[in-house]
């Protein structure tokens, strides 16, 4: 692929499909959170992929998707702390981390 | 040469892709999950964005896929459970990213971009960065920071009593 603005756009659509895909699918706990972090990363690619073709306007900066890039960065990695604390006491409550099992809501 | 390496960097995110959905070893997909994300990484860095590469490298690889195996290694004890659902379910799900993926292949190709006549060299960006970061985005980043906090405390907060057995 040549090194142009659509190729980037191909890849990112690639790792978000891939990624929903895997949440779709998955029964392990992990396997999806693995799944949110390709769609994540598909996100950001997106934005530095636009901050580094597109023609830059009077009121944006050049560099704003890369921040935008770098706050998706830092809010996954809150996600992903929370959601294996998440998992690792549903672990030791019910001993398995098999989505189909999670039927029930209550404490 | 720019488009050789291009390409082998879009061929070690893809790839190892497909293995991370479809792999049936949850140990193996978190080992290609790894190399997915430092193909981003090095797409990044093409692009131009090489504090966004770096950051990439070390908090994915060096943070969350170390906190994803270990969340691996701690919830494998005993029997292997089946990874994926069974196959109606991952008909229904392929066909809807087919979908999607087609839709959004046909924006990405056929869209008429604003694209910028000429491409600057890349320029270094993390002075410029640190210049955002405290001056015009002072407000997201120090929300951000808060984020971090609580999503810090609340998980110890969620482990300890789970543990505790209240």
């Given at each position: 692929?040549?090194?142009?603005?659509?190729?980037?756009?191909?890849?990112s659509?690639?790792l978000f499909c891939l990624g929903m895909f895997t949440v779709?699918?998955?029964?392990?706990?992990?396997?999806i959170l693995m799944g949110i972090e390709l769609v994540l990363n598909g996100a950001g690619?997106?934005?530095?992929?636009?901050?580094?073709?597109?023609?830059?306007?009077?009121?944006?900066?050049?560099?704003?998707?890369?921040?935008?890039?770098?706050?998706i960065?830092?809010?996954a990695?809150?996600?992903?702390?929370?959601?294996?604390?998440?998992?690792?006491?549903?672990?030791?409550?019910?001993?398995?981390?098999?989505?189909?099992?999670?039927?029930?809501?209550?404490? | 040469?720019?488009?050789?390496?291009?390409?082998?960097?879009?061929?070690?995110?893809?790839?190892?892709?497909?293995?991370?959905?479809?792999?049936?070893?949850?140990?193996?997909?978190?080992?290609?999950?790894?190399?997915?994300?430092?193909?981003?990484?090095?797409?990044?860095?093409?692009?131009?964005?090489?504090?966004?590469?770096?950051?990439?490298?070390?908090?994915?690889?060096?943070?969350?896929?170390?906190?994803?195996?270990?969340?691996?290694?701690?919830?494998?004890?005993?029997?292997?459970?089946?990874?994926?659902?069974?196959?109606?379910?991952?008909?229904?799900?392929?066909?809807?990213?087919?979908?999607?993926?087609?839709?959004?292949?046909?924006?990405?190709?056929?869209?008429?971009?604003?694209?910028?006549?000429?491409?600057?060299?890349?320029?270094?960006?993390?002075?410029?960065?640190?210049?955002?970061?405290?001056?015009?985005?002072?407000?997201?980043?120090?929300?951000?920071?808060?984020?971090?906090?609580?999503?810090?405390?609340?998980?110890?907060?969620?482990?300890?009593?789970?543990?505790?057995?209240?």
């Amino acid at each position: 692929m040549p090194y142009s603005l659509p190729s980037f756009l191909v890849v990112s659509s690639l790792l978000f499909c891939l990624g929903m895909f895997t949440v779709l699918t998955r029964r392990n706990a992990i396997g999806i959170l693995m799944g949110i972090e390709l769609v994540l990363n598909g996100a950001g690619l997106n934005f530095v992929a636009f901050s580094r073709f597109l023609e830059p306007s009077q009121t944006t900066n050049l560099l704003s998707g890369q921040l935008f890039t770098l706050f998706i960065i830092a809010v996954a990695a809150a996600e992903v702390a929370v959601a294996l604390a998440i998992v690792l006491s549903l672990y030791s409550r019910m001993k398995t981390i098999d989505v189909e099992d999670f039927k029930e809501l209550r404490g | 040469m720019k488009d050789i390496i291009f390409n082998v960097f879009i061929l070690l995110t893809v790839i190892p892709c497909f293995w991370v959905a479809l792999s049936s070893n949850i140990v193996h997909a978190a080992f290609s999950l790894l190399i997915t994300l430092f193909g981003v990484a090095g797409l990044y860095v093409l692009l131009g964005a090489d504090f966004i590469g770096v950051v990439q490298v070390i908090v994915y690889i060096g943070g969350i896929l170390i906190l994803i195996i270990f969340g691996v290694m701690m919830t494998q004890r005993g029997k292997l459970l089946p990874l994926s659902i069974q196959l109606p379910g991952k008909v229904f799900g392929a066909v809807l990213t087919g979908v999607i993926l087609v839709a959004l292949v046909l924006t990405a190709t056929k869209s008429l971009w604003p694209v910028a006549s000429i491409l600057g060299e890349p320029q270094p960006t993390s002075a410029a960065i640190g210049d955002l970061l405290l001056g015009k985005y002072l407000i997201p980043f120090e929300v951000a920071s808060v984020l971090l906090l609580v999503a810090l405390v609340g998980a110890v907060l969620i482990v300890r009593r789970s543990v505790r057995g209240e």
